[in-house]
């Protein structure tokens, strides 16, 4: 059982380098997001999809984008690495919003931007 | 707008100890709550959750009530194992499904 699997699980990117990270689930989910997490603040939401072809921005998007091509995918791309970007960032899904769905999370990439 | 506050770490106890892990938020509405736990190099993994106010959610020795008298969400165990050494995220549902969290409380437990 794969549940929900991250590529790469760590990256070194010099300022200015771009990169994507890759987010795939098996499990059939509809609703796929792409969280930050900063020490001290928890984890915070830069972008989401409710299904394939769509994407919607969270709390903190910029210098982030998204696509949503496939449904067990959703790739996560920086154009541009600033070292404000360095975090480790981590893929969720869920099924739907009809009910309170936990989120299955990815083992998390650790990005560092020098 | 929605947010979660949980009490700041690390939390440091000794095996068998009782724990309280303290979590308010600020919603409209009454949204789901969920606590999160994630274990060093892992992602978060879904601990317990409850819908409703008054409801308790429940696993693992974990208890939290939904208090919607005081917007409160506190996670209790009433003896904590080193196995329970983690980072514990409280977290309000939003709109999509989406999960918004708080700062994360790390529970250190000693032998």
């Known amino acids: 059982n794969a549940g929900v699997t991250q590529t790469p699980k760590f990256r070194v990117l010099k300022t200015g380098q771009s990169m994507t990270l890759l987010c795939a689930q098996d499990?059939?989910?509809?609703?796929m997001y792409w969280y930050r997490q900063d020490p001290g603040m928890g984890l915070r939401l830069i972008h989401y999809?409710?299904?394939?072809?769509?994407?919607a921005k969270g709390e903190v998007p910029d210098g982030y984008n998204v696509s949503r091509l496939k449904k067990q995918n959703f790739l996560l791309g920086l154009e541009s690495a600033a070292p404000s970007q360095t975090s480790v960032y981590f893929c969720?899904?869920?099924?739907?919003?009809?009910?309170?769905?936990?989120?299955?999370f990815g083992s998390g990439t650790q990005l560092s931007v020098l | 707008g929605n947010s979660v506050t949980q009490m700041e770490g690390p939390v440091t106890l000794s095996e068998e100890a009782f724990l309280t892990i303290n979590c308010t938020y600020t919603?409209?509405?009454?949204?789901?709550l969920f606590w999160y736990v994630q274990y060093p190099g892992e992602g978060l993994q879904l601990l317990l959750k409850?819908?409703?106010?008054?409801d308790k959610g429940s696993n693992k020795g974990f208890e939290a009530t939904y208090r919607k008298e005081t917007t409160s969400f506190h996670l209790e165990k009433g003896s904590v194992q080193v196995s329970d050494s983690a980072v514990y995220f409280c977290?309000?549902?939003?709109?999509?499904?989406?999960?918004?969290f708080g700062a994360g409380t790390r529970l250190a437990v000693h032998p």
């Open positions: 969720a899904s869920s099924y739907d919003s009809r009910r309170a769905e936990k989120l299955f």
């Open positions: 499990m059939n989910h509809e609703y």
């Open positions: 999809s409710v299904g394939e072809g769509t994407t």
């Open positions: 919603a409209t509405g009454y949204p789901s």
């Open positions: 409850a819908t409703k106010a008054d």
């Open positions: 977290a309000l549902r939003g709109g999509y499904n989406k999960l918004i």
